[in-house]
């Protein structure tokens, strides 16, 4: 199998009845994902496959998440996804429905199988991010009036003006040359408690064969960032935090502070061990190679703290202290007294307001 990059990367950008024909497939695909309770929400050409018929394959189902398929669903919080094909209300930071974020993203593919090009353009990730939430595009003069309209109402700016999956089914465009059909309906997928417990023996039987002393002799791998993690650490992708964030509301009274360390790992947890010991106030609940769990007392007030270790680069790594269940003031108070020393003892010199050097 290949992606289907290279029709689009050999001509630039197909002419609209071979376009139909992939984006008939791409959105007969979603509507069964979205019957099956699943939304994909990392939708790109790069993980759309062609076997040698020709046919798509939707792939890479590692961001996708669950839908409630009995309620109103409840809108998702996660910023993930590829920037270019990222929906407008996913940068917000505000919650999204994931079946219109999906119809969001297939829209931006629709533009690039049409016009070669995407929508929405900027050599740098702000100016991307603004172009999308303001939604700043328009359509190439050899579009049809028709693929111009369903390119409107894909890439809707507001979710609920933006046209679902079964509507598109039922576009002019969707069905030209093709005999309209009513949009199917697919069987949810169902699996028995049997199928579930045998899949589970499968797997302890895997790592019986594989041994547990061979897992244990390897080094856990510590989870990376990527860009959108790091976005949300300076307060998420919503433009005015990442514009506005030197003014002051990013400072203090934050339920997680970070830092970057150049130390190995194992340097980092053993100093933020010995900083909490020289405190005295906090007492280790629990610990893995890449985190730590606290819990603090002050002046009879108890909070929990948990530490977790991210790397970026090999010898960048990003810490985070983040505030669990307890008093809130006990874990400001306490961060105020310990960010300091963390900062000298720990950080990268000089950070900026986002590090915890802030916490003073």
Same mark, same amino acid.
């Given at each position: 199998?290949?992606?289907?990059?290279?029709?689009?990367? +050999?001509? %630039?950008?197909?002419?609209? &009845?071979?376009?139909?024909?992939?984006?008939?497939?791409? =959105? /007969? *695909?979603?509507?069964? #994902?979205? +019957?099956? %309770?699943?939304?994909?929400? &990392?939708?790109?050409?790069?993980?759309?496959?062609?076997? =040698? /018929? *020709?046919?798509?394959? #939707?792939?890479d189902? %590692?961001?996708?998440?669950?839908?409630?398929?009995?309620?109103?669903?409840?809108?998702?919080?996660?910023?993930?996804?590829?920037p270019?094909?990222?929906?407008?209300?996913?940068l917000?930071?505000?919650?999204?429905?994931?079946?219109?974020?999906?119809?969001?993203?297939?829209?931006?593919?629709?533009?690039?199988?049409?016009?070669?090009?995407?929508?929405?353009?900027?050599?740098?990730?702000?100016?991307?991010?603004?172009?999308i939430?303001?939604?700043?595009?328009?359509?190439?003069?050899?579009?049809?009036?028709?693929?111009?309209?369903?390119?409107?109402r894909?890439?809707?700016?507001?979710?609920?003006?933006?046209?679902?999956?079964?509507?598109?089914?039922?576009?002019?465009?969707?069905?030209?040359?093709y005999?309209?059909?009513?949009?199917?309906?697919?069987?949810?997928?169902?699996?028995?408690?049997?199928?579930?417990?045998?899949?589970?023996?499968?797997?302890?039987?895997?790592?019986?064969?594989?041994?547990?002393?061979a897992?244990?002799?390897?080094?856990v791998?510590?989870?990376?960032?990527?860009?959108?993690?790091?976005?949300?650490?300076?307060?998420?992708?919503?433009?005015?935090?990442?514009?506005?964030?030197?003014?002051?509301?990013?400072?203090?009274?934050?339920?997680?502070?970070?830092?970057?360390?150049?130390?190995p790992?194992?340097?980092?947890?053993?100093?933020?061990?010995?900083?909490?010991?020289?405190?005295?106030?906090?007492?280790?609940?629990?610990?893995?190679?890449?985190?730590?769990?606290?819990?603090?007392?002050?002046?009879?007030?108890?909070?929990?703290?948990?530490?977790?270790?991210?790397?970026?680069?090999?010898?960048?790594?990003?810490?985070?202290?983040?505030?669990?269940?307890?008093?809130?003031?006990?874990?400001?108070?306490?961060?105020?007294?310990?960010?300091?020393?963390?900062?000298?003892?720990?950080?990268?010199?000089?950070?900026?307001?986002?590090?915890?050097?802030?916490?003073?």
């Open positions: 199998m290949t992606d289907i990059c290279p029709p689009v990367a +050999s001509g %630039g950008a197909l002419d609209e &009845d071979e376009a139909r024909k992939y984006f008939r497939q791409i =959105v /007969d *695909g979603l509507a069964y #994902i979205h +019957s099956q %309770g699943v939304c994909h929400r &990392d939708l790109k050409p790069e993980n759309l496959l062609l076997d =040698v /018929d *020709g046919n798509i394959k #939707i792939t189902f %590692g961001l996708s998440n669950f839908i409630d398929m009995h309620s109103k669903p409840a809108l998702l919080q996660t910023t993930c996804g590829t270019y094909y990222v929906a407008p209300e996913v917000n930071g505000e919650g999204y429905d994931g079946k219109l974020a999906d119809v969001w993203s297939s829209g931006v593919i629709l533009y690039n199988l049409l016009a070669g090009s995407f929508p929405f353009d900027g050599k740098r990730l702000p100016t991307l991010f603004n172009n939430l303001k939604k700043k595009f328009k359509c190439p003069n050899w579009f049809s009036a028709e693929a111009k309209l369903l390119m409107g894909m890439l809707a700016k507001d979710p609920k003006q933006r046209i679902t999956i079964r509507e598109i089914q039922q576009t002019a465009w969707y069905n030209h040359g005999a309209s059909e009513s949009p199917r309906k697919y069987p949810r997928i169902r699996v028995d408690t049997a199928e579930a417990d045998a899949a589970l023996s499968s797997a302890a039987i895997t790592h019986e064969l594989n041994g547990p002393d897992s244990a002799a390897t080094p791998p510590l989870p990376k960032l990527n860009a959108f993690d790091l976005m949300n650490l300076v307060g998420g992708l919503a433009m005015n935090n990442l514009f506005n964030y030197h003014k002051g509301s990013h400072v203090s009274w934050k339920r997680f502070y970070h830092f970057e360390s150049g130390l790992v194992d340097k980092i947890i053993s100093g933020l061990k010995g900083i909490m010991q020289k405190n005295g106030m906090a007492t280790l609940q629990s610990e893995t190679p890449n985190s730590m769990v606290f819990h603090v007392k002050r002046k009879g007030h108890h909070s929990d703290l948990r530490v977790d270790v991210f790397m970026v680069l090999e010898n960048i790594h990003i810490v985070k202290i983040r505030r669990g269940e307890g008093n809130a003031i006990a874990y400001y108070k306490f961060m105020s007294e310990i960010g300091p020393h963390v900062s000298k003892e720990l950080g990268v010199p000089n950070q900026g307001p986002s590090g915890i050097v802030v916490v003073i």
